[in-house]
């Protein structure tokens, strides 16, 4: 199969109406999109990514008013109202009681709750106000390895396995959504650090919190929260406040991330600095997982990576990088 990469709405439209998968861009990450409610659509998802059949899939909209019918109202939490009228289009997933009869158990890896997002980036906007129908898009590339923020990403992962990727260029927020659940209060939870900060869910919620320990025994019950993900091949190492110095290595073997300034002893070519001087972690964001690619593709032993300050987009940042350096 031949991969083709545009702009062009329409093309993608018919694909994915005729069953077929489409790469495409949101403000967080590139999304591998199939037909939300159709089983063969969403079997070719999990097949192309190598995704297992435990883990759920985001359904996405194009309005928060396109969400009925695929939810049972009665369940759905005050809160979650005030959540989507103050971020939606944005980087906010929220995990909501779904129909049963009309969202497939595939979607929802048999669960009660189904995620649902309605992105922002004006390319998926304007496709999915051509279609009748959700689309299911986990990030667009091997399950566990680096989510692609450019359509090159796709391309160098994927190419061949899909017919289009839809380019609306670089991913603007850099990092995948925020992930909401509900607590037994109805309170706001968040199962996954993203995009989204919880200082800002709070400013609109107070209620918001993390989850808990406790709830955390079922790491299936939300994309995006198995223990490692986000991967390069190379070996990654975190170091930095509260974690062991970055160790003896061998610089032509070594590439470095970091914040404001690069690693003493490397070679400048290995590393990427993600926010030059300033330590701003929205820029940080916007470029982790380019700088991952890269760095990644460079053919060195080890990877050292900077624990950053763990406060606002920290926190998610920090979460992507622990899970990118769990994998053994």
Same mark, same amino acid.
């Given at each position: 199969?031949?991969?083709?990469?545009?702009?062009?709405?329409?093309r993608?439209a018919?694909?994915?109406?005729?069953?077929?998968?489409?790469?495409?861009?949101?403000?967080?990450?590139?999304?591998l999109?199939?037909h939300?409610?159709?089983?063969?659509?969403?079997?070719r998802?999990?097949?192309?990514?190598?995704?297992?059949?435990?883990n759920?899939?985001?359904?996405?909209?194009?309005?928060?008013d396109?969400?009925?019918?695929?939810l049972?109202p009665?369940r759905?939490?005050?809160a979650?109202? @005030?959540?989507?009228?103050? !971020?939606?289009?944005?980087?906010?997933t929220l995990?909501?009681?779904?129909?049963?009869?009309?969202?497939?158990?595939?979607v929802?890896?048999?669960?009660?709750?189904v &995620?649902?997002?309605?992105?922002a980036?004006?390319?998926?906007?304007?496709?999915?106000?051509q279609?009748d129908?959700?689309?299911a898009?986990?990030? &667009?590339?091997?399950?566990?390895y680096?989510?692609? @923020?450019r359509?090159e990403?796709?391309l160098?992962?994927?190419g061949?396995?899909i017919?289009?990727?839809?380019?609306?260029g670089?991913?603007?927020? =850099?990092?995948?959504s925020?992930?909401?659940?509900? =607590?037994?209060a109805?309170?706001?939870?968040?199962?996954r650090?993203?995009?989204l900060?919880?200082?800002r869910?709070?400013?609109?919620v107070?209620?918001?919190?993390?989850r808990?320990?406790?709830?955390?025994v079922?790491?299936?019950?939300?994309? =995006?929260?198995?223990?490692?993900?986000y991967?390069?091949?190379?070996?990654?190492?975190? !170091?930095?406040?509260?974690?062991?110095?970055a160790?003896? !290595?061998?610089?032509?073997?070594?590439?470095?991330l970091t914040?404001?300034?690069?690693?003493?002893?490397?070679?400048?070519?290995?590393?990427?600095?993600?926010?030059p001087?300033?330590?701003?972690?929205?820029? &940080?964001?916007?470029g982790?997982?380019?700088a991952?690619?890269q760095?990644d593709a460079l053919g060195?032993?080890?990877?050292?990576?900077e624990?950053l300050?763990?406060?606002?987009?920290?926190?998610a940042?920090?979460?992507r990088?622990?899970?990118a350096a769990?994998?053994?």
């Amino acid at each position: 199969m031949t991969t083709h990469l545009g702009p062009d709405v329409a093309r993608a439209a018919a694909l994915l109406r005729a069953g077929e998968l489409v790469a495409i861009p949101t403000e967080t990450v590139y999304g591998l999109a199939g037909h939300g409610l159709r089983e063969d659509s969403l079997h070719r998802i999990f097949e192309v990514k190598g995704r297992p059949l435990s883990n759920p899939l985001i359904l996405h909209f194009a309005s928060a008013d396109a969400l009925a019918g695929y939810l049972l109202p009665e369940r759905v939490p005050a809160a979650a109202h @005030t959540l989507l009228a103050a !971020f939606s289009p944005g980087p906010l997933t929220l995990l909501l009681p779904r129909e049963p009869a009309v969202v497939p158990d595939l979607v929802t890896a048999g669960l009660p709750d189904v &995620a649902v997002r309605i992105p922002a980036h004006p390319l998926v906007r304007q496709l999915l106000g051509q279609l009748d129908f959700p689309l299911a898009a986990p990030s &667009a590339n091997p399950f566990g390895y680096i989510s692609p @923020t450019r359509p090159e990403h796709v391309l160098k992962q994927l190419g061949g396995r899909i017919p289009y990727i839809l380019d609306g260029g670089a991913s603007q927020a =850099g990092i995948e959504s925020t992930v909401v659940g509900f =607590g037994p209060a109805g309170e706001p939870v968040v199962y996954r650090p993203g995009a989204l900060s919880l200082e800002r869910l709070q400013a609109v919620v107070p209620a918001t919190r993390l989850r808990t320990e406790a709830e955390k025994v079922k790491p299936a019950a939300s994309p =995006g929260l198995l223990p490692y993900h986000y991967s390069p091949h190379t070996p990654l190492q975190l !170091f930095g406040p509260g974690l062991r110095p970055a160790p003896a !290595f061998d610089p032509a073997r070594t590439g470095a991330l970091t914040l404001r300034e690069p690693l003493p002893g490397l070679p400048a070519n290995q590393q990427v600095v993600l926010s030059p001087g300033r330590g701003d972690l929205a820029e &940080a964001a916007h470029g982790l997982y380019a700088a991952l690619h890269q760095l990644d593709a460079l053919g060195l032993e080890l990877l050292l990576a900077e624990r950053l300050p763990n406060t606002g987009l920290g926190v998610a940042l920090n979460e992507r990088l622990e899970k990118a350096a769990a994998r053994k």
